[in-house]
């Protein structure tokens, strides 16, 4: 999320604005973002505050910081500027240990505007491949016509989708103190994220219930034929028991 600054501007032959004094020097514009780690459900991991710039140093320390050893990297890390960093990480010598574990890729809404000439980008960072050398990223589904069609297999835009609803409060946030800020975007987030389980939950909820009434249907009519089968049996076998004693009715007399 990234907060607008707003400054009055003051014409150059205007005399300065005189000085006035604060108890603290915080307000939510000085800080020039607030970095989100989202999965792609959109429930939230981590947050921080980015002072200065959402560089790709800042953004690496953040990863080290929420994903300290191997054994916690993700397979995926998926950022706007994801080919900034990865050029970075190589530098610095931080992707010996990350590309163990780990690929950085450009989210779908923001890969569209990478430069075509970027061969590192369009290489590397490509959310959706499809020569095969990323095979979880890339699904195929079936449209309502039954024709195959590549689909993307995560929402990379949970992010994205959080800071716009994180822009809804946008009004409030820049008026606070720096404990009130950081308490409200923590209770925010933390209701954001409550309400996706919710939200998960009931959909899963209902998949399960359908899938219930679905078995239900198909054991009553399991069911059904076995009755039916049974009486065809139970009818063969009171006909059976009928010719043996003679009385089967074939529409003549047994004495002629």
């Excluded at 607008?4 to 800080?31: G, K, L, S």
């Excluded at 916690?72 to 574990?101: E, Q």
């Excluded at 716009?164 to 308490?183: D, E, I, K, P």
């Amino acid at each position: 999320w990234l907060p607008h600054i707003n400054q009055q501007v003051i014409p150059h032959n205007d005399a300065p604005a005189p000085y006035e004094e604060r108890n603290h020097y915080f307000t939510a514009p000085w800080f020039y973002c607030v970095e989100t780690l989202c999965v792609p459900c959109g429930v939230v991991i981590a947050w921080t505050k980015f002072t200065k710039s959402e560089g790709p140093r800042n953004i690496m320390r953040f990863l080290d910081h929420v994903y300290p050893t191997l054994e916690s990297h993700p397979s995926y890390v998926c950022i706007d500027k994801a080919c900034v960093v990865l050029k970075n990480a190589v530098l610095n010598g931080a992707w010996r240990i990350w590309s163990l574990t780990t690929r950085f890729i450009v989210d779908s809404y923001h890969y569209i505007n990478h430069r075509t000439t970027d061969y590192t980008c369009h290489k590397w960072c490509n959310p959706v491949p499809l020569n095969g050398y990323a095979p979880n990223l890339v699904v195929v589904e079936n449209d309502i016509h039954g024709r195959p069609h590549y689909k993307r297999a995560f929402n990379t835009q949970a992010c994205e989708q959080l800071n716009a609803w994180l822009g809804g409060f946008q009004s409030n946030l820049n008026r606070m103190t720096v404990v009130n800020f950081n308490w409200t975007i923590h209770a925010l987030l933390f209701i954001h994220t409550q309400k996706v389980i919710k939200k998960q939950l009931e959909r899963d909820n209902n998949t399960k219930d359908d899938k219930d009434m679905r078995d239900e249907k198909s054991e009553d009519s399991e069911e059904e034929e076995e009755e039916e089968e049974e009486e065809e049996e139970e009818a063969a076998d009171e006909f059976d028991r009928e010719e043996e004693e003679g009385i089967a009715d074939y529409g003549l007399d047994n004495d002629m």
